[in-house]
């Protein structure tokens, strides 16, 4: 579903240039929850940015669904982000002035969707996600935990192909935060929603199916959950963790 072929991430000027990424590749199967780890300056956020579209890589190539995303025009880009990408962000990023039913179905709005069938898609998403009771109400009026559950409808319920979500838990307190990471894995699970997943948090990043490491912009290593449990696979995240070296409690 996803390819990302040898992609590499510039900053600066011709005097002062940091690589952000220096070659990464690695591929995504229909319906994996992966997260992405590593130490701050690792490149995971970049890395993020730039399958997201909200930046652009300097050399390789990136593939959803077959599509060379790093070659669309402008236009073509906008469009292809509200219809095949969705985002959780750390602050929900709901628009105050929306009630949480119109911040779900913004994305179809623009995309010029009949308004009644707009108002059964967010009713459906939000049913599957037990926030149909908030749907009227704004997002000053309603918990974090409900935000967030929000902005995870908002991220689905167009279809789209890929979920994003940039340290999704940052902002929650741990109760919210499994709370959060349970309708995550429902949404992969049930639905089969394709999740990629940056975090620095261990306890977040076990509730994925695979895990990434960046270290200094290269894949340092991976690991598959596969059969075990999920306090087993925290713990294994910890050990490589540990091997890369530096600041560990910056990916703690």
């Keep these: 579903m996803l390819q990302v072929k040898n992609i590499e991430k510039y900053y600066g000027s011709k005097n002062n240039v940091t690589k952000a990424l220096d070659g990464v590749s690695f591929q995504v199967e229909r319906g994996e929850f992966i997260a992405i780890m590593g130490a701050s300056g690792s490149g995971k956020t970049t890395l993020l940015n730039c399958i997201s579209t909200i930046d ?17 025009p402008a236009k073509a880009l906008a469009r ?5 990408l969705g985002f959780v962000f750390q ?24 308004p009644a069938k ?11 996600l037990d926030i149909l009771d908030i749907l009227p109400k704004f997002p000053y009026q309603v918990s974090g935990g409900q935000k967030q559950r929000a902005a995870c409808a908002r991220a689905m319920v167009a279809g ?7 340290e999704p838990t940052g902002a ?15 949404l992969n699970r049930d639905l089969g929603a394709t999740i990629l997943m940056v975090t620095h948090d261990a306890y977040s ?9 960046l270290k200094d912009g290269r894949l340092f290593n991976e690991l598959l959950r596969g059969e075990r449990g999920r306090p087993v696979f925290y713990h294994e995240i910890l050990d490589v963790l540990a091997l890369l070296g530096g600041d560990v409690s910056d990916v703690i």
């Design 56 to 72: 652009t890589v300097s050399a390789g190539q990136i593939f959803l669904d077959g599509v060379d995303i790093s070659e669309l």
């Design 80 to 84: 292809f982000r509200r219809e095949r």
């Design 91 to 114: 602050d929900f990023n709901l628009l105050d002035t929306l009630t949480i039913e119109e911040n779900i179905g913004l994305a179809l709005s623009l995309n010029h969707t009949d």
């Design 118 to 128: 707009v108002g059964v898609q967010v009713r459906g998403v939000a049913k599957k």
């Design 160 to 166: 789209q192909s890929l979920l994003l979500a940039d």
């Design 172 to 186: 929650l307190d741990s109760k919210a935060s499994k709370n959060l990471l349970e309708i995550m894995t429902k």
């Design 205 to 213: 990043a076990s509730y994925a199916k695979r895990v990434l490491f």
